[in-house]
């Protein structure tokens, strides 16, 4: 059981906008720390997409947005597309754990 | 180019021992926090252990606390993980990665920006 609840699965068509959510509390995201987003490819290491809530790094496409509210964030993804299909993770931080969290992962489908 | 590379991956017995390795190029390493990430087959990311720049602050997950130990040689540009008295339930890729960004002596961030290829441990 992930200290970060996300949904297991999302699907949308191409073209469509999907949303990803990442559910925390109040000694995490709700503390203020930041949340980051991972992109995972099929027998690939994680890919870093989103960092400090809603900044892009260098080389991620606008088509990805992350948002943060109370103890919860979002990652959005506009115009999906096939290569899209892969498993997105949350991170961020739990002072009452003492460490880095991760979500469970949602792994996406385009139809 | 960053880089990080991982080795000493393998199959080990339950009980039985073994020694990470992360090597790293393209960035000052004796600036930079790195932590270890790993993932059990079909599962989702865990964190395992981090460490700061100097070494003066360590942290573990409670899952490894007393069984692993995180090292760095800031001369080599190299991090370690000793991994004792495995479990079953340690099987997993093991990725080293990097924590957030400096400038200079100032360092940013607790996203893991850069990550190694991952080696896998089989217990």
């Known amino acids: 059981q992930s200290v970060l609840t996300q949904p297991p699965s999302v699907s949308g068509a191409p073209g469509q906008r999907v949303t990803i959510s990442c559910t925390g509390s109040?000694?995490?995201?709700?503390?203020?720390?930041?949340v980051h987003w991972y992109q995972q490819l099929p027998g690939a290491a994680p890919k870093l997409l989103i960092y400090?809530?809603?900044n892009r790094p260098s080389g991620v496409t606008n088509r990805f947005s992350g948002s943060k509210s109370g103890t919860a964030a979002s990652l959005a993804i506009t115009g999906l597309q096939a290569e899209d299909e892969a498993d997105y993770y949350c991170?961020?931080?739990?002072?009452?754990?003492?460490?880095?969290?991760f979500g469970g992962g949602t792994k996406l489908t385009v139809l | 180019e960053v880089q990080l590379v991982e080795s000493g991956g393998g199959l080990v017995k339950p009980g039985g021992s073994l020694r990470l390795s992360c090597a790293t190029s393209?960035?000052?390493?004796?600036?930079?926090?790195i932590t270890w990430v790993r993932q059990a087959p079909g599962k989702g990311l865990e964190w395992v252990s981090s460490?700061?720049?100097?070494?003066?602050?360590?942290y573990y997950a409670d899952s490894v606390k007393g069984r692993f130990t995180i090292s760095r040689d800031n001369a080599k540009s190299s991090l370690s993980l000793q991994m004792n008295s495995l479990r079953a339930e340690d099987t997993a890729v093991y990725y080293c990665?990097?924590?957030?960004?400096?400038?200079?002596?100032?360092?940013?961030?607790?996203?893991?920006?850069?990550w190694g290829q991952g080696t896998l441990v089989t217990v």
């Open positions: 400090g809530n809603n």
């Open positions: 990665a990097r924590v957030g960004y400096c400038s200079g002596i100032s360092c940013y961030g607790t996203e893991l920006r850069f």
């Open positions: 460490i700061s720049s100097t070494s003066s602050s360590i």
């Open positions: 393209g960035f000052p390493f004796n600036t930079y926090s």
């Open positions: 109040s000694s995490n995201i709700g503390a203020g720390y930041d």
């Open positions: 991170q961020s931080y739990d002072n009452s754990l003492s460490g880095v969290i």
